[in-house]
């Protein structure tokens, strides 16, 4: 017997932005030109202004056109960060609750350990000498709790720029913006840059001793612990 499956009638816009996107994507239209004028698509494909407008908003926010007031869209090339910046209304829903937020503290441990790994195992001269510099820029930031979030989060990224995999460098960004409040509270505890500093010292240490082991375990420590110190602040003890 015949499964029953409901097919779906498309709005009007998500056609057009389906077939606006085929046509960029086949290469049709390239990035760097521009899309026909409202009225040259409303014609072509036999719709009203509404259903462009709306489907030129979609393919915005998949970061195939930017759009600016009097001009036709510009097509673009879409960027990790863009693929990345998508979910950043999803993720504060999430992070709304509190399990939400320790799913994405899982996923930063996940993520971290391996750049740790990697880092160890892969990355040049010049890639620790950089690291180490943000270390340094990080130990002279004792005592500012601005200046050390910022050198705080430049050591972290050194090691995301590492595999040189632009997606892994959005993906730190948006785990900085997304787990700012785990920050800001977990800095605020006495003494606590000073601890952060020593476990980017012994992340950095391991690293630089090429033992990809010592610096995914030290990763670990370092995270679980900021993770800890999170909890212990919101829950109240």
């Known amino acids: ?47 009203g202004r509404p259903a462009i407008r709306q489907a ?30 998508q979910l950043s209304g999803t993720a504060r829903y999430l992070l709304s609750d509190s399990d939400g937020v320790r799913h ?22 010049e890639q620790i000498a950089r690291l180490k510099a943000a270390l340094d820029q990080n130990e002279n930031d004792i005592g500012d709790a601005e ?17 040189e995999n632009p997606i892994f460098v959005a993906l730190h960004g948006a785990m900085v913006e997304w787990l700012t409040e785990q920050r800001t509270i977990t800095l605020q505890n006495e003494g606590a840059d000073r601890r952060a500093f020593r476990s980017h010292r012994l992340i950095y240490e391991a690293i630089a001793a090429r033992d990809p082991d010592r610096a995914e375990e030290e990763m670990r420590a370092h995270l679980l612990t900021v993770s800890g110190l999170y909890w212990q602040a919101r829950e109240g003890g």
């Open 1 to 47: 017997m015949i499964k029953t499956e409901v097919i779906r009638r498309r709005k009007l816009h998500e056609e057009v932005a389906s077939r606006l996107e085929a046509a960029i994507t086949s290469g049709e239209v390239s990035a760097g030109e521009r899309l026909p004028s409202e009225r040259a698509l409303m014609e072509r494909y036999g719709v």
């Open 56 to 85: 030129l908003l979609s393919l915005e926010k998949m970061g195939l056109v930017r759009i600016a007031s009097g001009e036709r869209a510009l097509v673009t090339r879409p960027s990790p960060q863009a693929l990345v910046g």
């Open 147 to 163: 200046a050390f979030n910022r050198s705080d989060v430049a050591f972290h990224y050194q090691l995301a720029v590492i595999p």
């Open 104 to 125: 994405f503290q899982a996923a930063r441990l996940f993520f971290e350990t391996g750049l740790a790994r990697h880092a160890a195992e892969h990355a040049s001269d």
